[in-house]
């Protein structure tokens, strides 16, 4: 065999290869090479498990030389060509070159080489060393072409692999509801009732586990589960609500500054509390009255309570957790409602399973909150040049030296926990009386015997006598509305509560031998309480009498319309109050019955509401009332 050829810093190949068409294509080859190697991404992630194959066969040759045979299961085709020096293999090997002294290696292809070619130790390759024509030999189209492909095919095999990886769950998880490859169980966001269904016929306690792409989700149910899921230290609301539930835009706080939910905690209270909802108490009568007398107004007496009462809870909203500017501007109140409701729509699910993603829903939130953005930047900028101050939620956040987009995040977030709920439930409500004219009547005159005790003077209009009560009247002398309401939201409220297991070990589920696993996500289904017939018989009926019997104090937590255990509900005073006063002076105002768009009257009721939906919604069929003014 020859003694081995000496070779020069650059790379150049042996003499007898540098004529040929074949070596010119080997020079060009070992060049891209050489451009590969210095990246370290390839290297890392392609070569080194065969570099690691030729250390060892260099390991074993008593002078260091040896000729290799690439094939198909050795070595990647691509690499047939690649002369690899003891300096790349060091680095790709993470050792120290002088540790290689013998691993003097010949990479070729037999078919433009007749005999093998070792290349000495003492080679060296530096990132100067690679002049024009390394670069002319990368940028040819062939090599370009080559280059992309491999990179290509690397970086999604790597994205596979990584959203086919699914952490598995302990032996002890729930019965396990099996998914699809990379998605998991779809069902979770889109037929969210039949997944409880399929998942409890599956499991012996009622308990499954399932994959949402690579989250971990537990669910639960029944009674023992349910008092420990509720109650438990472990399980964080909102972090779970974080992952699985997000529609607020993401906003990075400063350092060392507290955290956001404790941060968003403090300030609701503050604009929620007994003073400033009893300041607010003038403002609410006057807005509610307004609405309803542009009501009375119209020729055409017909009204969809999902859109008219549905706006007029967004207003006392914004008037309680965002600013008077909007709450008192028709055209502002109307424009930063769609972009909130667009906001909300955007919540993409595809983008828990891939939150890189850039999904349509995606793009319309961001570009619906960043139209919120510049509303309130132009309302902020507006009160700075006035110099005005005013006694709202805005001015007190801007006392507090808060950001803008801070504050964006601050109101989508007490919008979505007041707004869409309240909202829907509050046009519910009425739509349910229409329905129950005996409950309209006994709700009737329980206003009546309030107006009766508070009015002034006999020429004094039950409307005037309402927009004086005080806060503690609204809150305690009408039992009867908060019957109705409270009946409404158990029917209205679909979906399901979201936790995460914070504590670094598993959490057994009370009721069985079932752990939910560290760092897992776990769901509770509310339709699991509220339309339990061992809890409420006949579930489906609308009877607000149930809670005169005591129904929802048969089991623990039977109900979960304002929160229960560690996490009541925050808004839990406000959403009451404006519910309250919003059916009082609607039926003190109005006659009302259900109907068409036309005015014609309807008896059959409206299509059940659609338990696969994963938060508060309007109906997918419009609803519509006739009415006609009483005072």
């Known amino acids: 065999m020859r003694s081995p050829r000496n070779v020069s810093s650059r790379l150049e190949p042996p003499e007898n290869l540098r004529a040929t068409g074949a070596g010119a294509d080997h020079r060009n080859m070992r060049h891209f090479s050489a451009a590969l190697c210095q990246s370290g991404w390839l290297l890392d992630t392609l070569i080194m498990p065969a570099c690691c194959k030729l250390q060892r066969a260099s390991e074993t040759s008593r002078s260091g030389n040896f000729v ?9 085709p691509v690499l047939a060509k690649i002369s690899i020096q003891d300096r790349m293999l060091a680095r790709v090997l993470k050792v120290e070159p002088n540790n290689l002294p013998n691993a003097r290696i010949g990479a070729f292809s037999p078919r433009d080489i007749e005999q093998p070619v070792a290349y000495p130790p003492k080679s060296k390759l530096s990132l100067g060393e690679f002049d024009m024509s390394v670069l002319s030999a990368v940028i040819e189209p062939q090599g370009v072409f080559t280059a992309v492909g491999i990179l290509l095919a690397t970086m999604i095999g790597y994205i596979l692999f990584d959203l086919l990886s699914q952490p598995p769950f302990p032996s002890k998880s729930p019965t396990l509801l099996k998914g699809y490859p990379i998605v998991g169980v779809p069902m979770l966001f889109s037929a969210r009732d039949v997944l409880f269904r399929v998942g409890k016929a599956i499991s012996k306690t009622g308990n499954f586990s399932f994959y949402y792409g690579k989250v971990q989700i537990i669910a639960v149910s029944g009674e023992r589960a349910r008092k420990f899921w509720f109650d438990s230290k472990d399980l964080d609301m909102s972090q779970g609500y974080e992952k699985l539930f997000a529609v607020a835009p993401h906003v990075e706080l400063d350092p060392g500054s507290e955290n956001f939910g404790t941060w968003f905690d403090r300030n609701l209270k503050k604009m929620i509390s007994a003073e400033r909802l009893s300041k607010s108490l003038p403002l609410f009568t006057r807005d509610i009255r307004e609405g309803f007398e542009l009501l009375g107004k119209r020729e055409n007496k017909v009204m969809d309570p999902y859109d008219n009462i549905y706006r007029m809870v967004y207003q006392l909203t914004m008037r309680t957790v965002g600013c008077d500017e ?19 729509a955007g919540s993409s699910p595809a983008r828990i399973i891939i939150p890189w993603l850039p999904t349509p829903r995606h793009f319309l939130r961001v570009f619906s909150a960043a139209q919120l953005y510049m509303v309130l930047d132009k309302i902020v900028k507006e009160r700075i040049k006035m110099e005005t101050k005013k006694d709202d939620a805005l001015q007190m956040l801007l006392d507090q030296d808060t950001n803008v987009l801070k504050i964006i995040q601050f109101i989508i977030g007490a919008l979505f926990a007041g707004q869409l709920n309240s909202g829907i439930n509050a046009a519910a409500m ?3 009386l229409a329905q129950n004219p005996e409950w309209t009547a006994r709700l009737r005159d329980e206003v009546d015997g309030v107006i009766a005790k508070h009015r002034a003077s006999e020429d004094e209009s039950p409307i005037d006598v309402l927009s004086r009560l005080d806060l503690e009247t609204w809150e305690s002398k009408f039992p009867l509305i908060d019957m109705g309401l409270k009946e409404t939201i158990r029917i209205e409220m679909v979906g399901t509560a979201f936790r995460k297991n914070v504590a670094e070990r598993e959490l057994k ?5 079932e752990v939910i696993p560290p760092g897992a996500y776990s769901i509770y289904q509310i339709d699991d309480a509220h339309l339990n017939p061992d809890i409420y018989p006949n579930p489906m009926s609308w009877d607000p009498s149930r809670f005169e019997r005591g129904e929802d104090k048969r089991q623990k937590h039977g109900y979960l319309g304002w929160g229960v255990g560690r996490h009541p509900c925050l808004g839990m005073r406000f959403a009451k109050l404006e519910m309250n006063m919003m059916a009082a002076i609607f039926i003190t105002m109005f006659d009302f019955e259900l109907a068409d768009k036309h005015g014609n009257l309807k008896t059959e009721p409206p299509p059940p509401k659609d338990r696969n939906k994963f938060s508060a919604h309007k109906p997918g069929v419009p609803v519509y009332l006739r009415y006609k003014q009483r005072c």
């Open 68 to 76: 290799f045979q690439p094939t198909a299961r050795s070595l990647h």
């Open 326 to 344: 909007i709450a008192e501007s028709k055209n502002l109140g109307d424009k930063t409602l769609r972009q909130f409701e667009l906001c909300e």
């Open 430 to 432: 009425i739509v349910q």
């Open 509 to 513: 589920i009370a009721g069985s031998d």
